[in-house]
């Protein structure tokens, strides 16, 4: 019998498996841990992570089907995933549907689809496909910088509208890729400083039009009335396009405000149910933490982090598993990164070896991002930690991606397989 279990083998990479399989264990148990207040509200304690469970499983389906589909079948789907991107991000700003304050997400066949997940596979097959067509010996052609921006900056733009986070971290793969890419230097170094003049706009933008007080927690009649309000006054076509790109200001200024404040605050100080409530709950659930953790399912923060099992689920791992526990998750992502690079190294062509490593700059710069917002070291986002937060689209759309990586791993044609075109010696 364990004769015939060794022999069995898996398609694709084995420690991308390895990766995949831990990370879906740790999120289905931390947040089973973590959903206490979903648990209150359903009454019903299986509920939250049974419905999460069943999402992983979906998304395992998902990734099967897609690493069963030969890499150079991805390219047929570029086009019809920036189009179909582009008009679901359109629909979103037009009529998706807000949380906490956000307009992110859309009703489609009675799921709620956040079209940014997938909007962001769609640019890094774009890009992955115009580096590879446009390589030369000396390095990318110089017009494949101006395709990618013609194909990428709208898509962000859209992004951004709703979610500035999200939107710089597709912008800085999509540098991160065009560098890989070899796209000329000097290119590289004009996007950069036009980044940094726009970026020093948008802040002061942020900054003057910004109110604090329109960031802090408001009840139901309150925000009902705040957009009655704006419904009046937006009859201006002009109006109504400055509120759709600047309404988030002053959340912005807020979170930006309450991050570089470096002033020492006394405990019986901190506001454990307003402003600053969630970094103050994530900030107590490490400190708590001991080193060794609580152990798995004792977090007691859990209980006030509101977003606990998604942006924050980080800081319920560090509190229950340690520093120990908190590090082991951060190795599983950078053992993803670098196995990733070593799959893309072994590949013949440029096409699949900058699609996976697109995809995997994607998933890691998010997560890095989620586990520095948890431990105070950015500003607060709403970023959850890929394949471990509990989520919908998300999770689904990230087996998908690492599904494509299998499917590299397994179906792309490797260096070592081309033939060897060196003269051989013919024997006497």
Avoid at 5 to 30: A, H, P
Avoid at 84 to 106: C, E, K, Y
Wanted: glycine share 8%; proline share 3%; aromatic share 10%.
């Amino acid at each position: 019998m364990f004769d015939k279990l060794s022999r069995i083998k898996i398609k694709g990479d084995g420690i991308i498996w390895m990766v995949f399989f831990f990370l879906c264990i740790i999120s289905v148990l931390e947040v089973y841990s973590a959903s206490s207040a979903l648990t209150y509200k359903a009454g019903n304690y299986w509920k939250p992570v049974l419905y999460h469970t069943s999402l992983i499983l979906v998304g395992v389906g998902f990734m099967v089907l897609t690493m069963n589909i030969k890499c150079k079948y991805f390219k047929l789907v570029t086009p019809f995933a920036l189009l179909f991107s582009i008009l679901m991000l359109i629909a979103v700003l037009v009529m998706g549907q807000s949380t906490n304050g956000a307009q992110r997400w859309i009703g489609l066949f009675g799921i709620q689809f956040q079209p940014s997940e997938l909007a962001k596979g769609a640019v890094i097959l774009a890009e992955a496909q115009i580096l590879s067509a446009m390589q030369t010996i000396d390095g990318a052609d110089r017009r494949a910088f101006k395709y990618i921006l013609y194909v990428s900056l709208p898509i962000i733009c859209l992004i951004g509208m709703e979610n500035l986070s999200t939107a710089a971290l597709l912008f800085l793969t999509v540098i991160v890729m065009m560098f890989i890419g070899r796209v000329p230097k000097h290119q590289l170094g004009q996007l950069l400083g036009v980044l940094a003049v726009i970026g020093v706009f948008v802040i002061a933008m942020v900054w003057m039009i910004g109110d604090e007080e329109d960031a802090k927690p408001k009840d139901e009649e309150k925000l009902a009335m705040i957009e009655q309000v704006k419904d009046e006054t937006d009859a201006n076509i002009f109006m109504k396009a400055y509120n759709k790109v600047f309404h988030r200001a002053s959340t912005w200024k807020a979170r930006i405000m309450d991050f570089i404040d470096n002033r020492e605050i006394r405990p019986e100080d901190v506001d454990l149910e307003g402003k600053g409530a969630q970094k103050a709950h994530a900030a107590i659930a490490i400190a708590t933490s001991n080193v060794v953790g609580k152990g798995p399912g004792n977090s007691v923060e859990r209980d006030f982090l509101s977003q606990a099992f998604s942006d924050f689920i980080y800081a319920i791992i560090i509190e229950e598993m340690g520093i120990w526990g908190a590090a082991g998750v951060c190795l599983l992502y950078i053992i993803l990164l670098f196995r990733t690079a070593t799959i893309a190294n072994r590949c013949a062509n440029v096409f699949p070896a900058l699609l996976i490593i697109g995809i995997a700059l994607l998933l890691v710069t998010q997560a890095m991002f989620n586990m520095c917002v948890a431990v105070g070291l950015a500003p607060v986002t709403g970023q959850p930690l890929p394949l471990i937060s509990k989520g919908g689209t998300s999770t689904i759309v990230n087996c998908v991606y690492i599904g494509v990586i299998l499917s590299v791993s397994y179906t792309a044609k490797k260096k070592d397989d081309q033939p060897d075109m060196k003269p051989r010696r013919v024997a006497a």
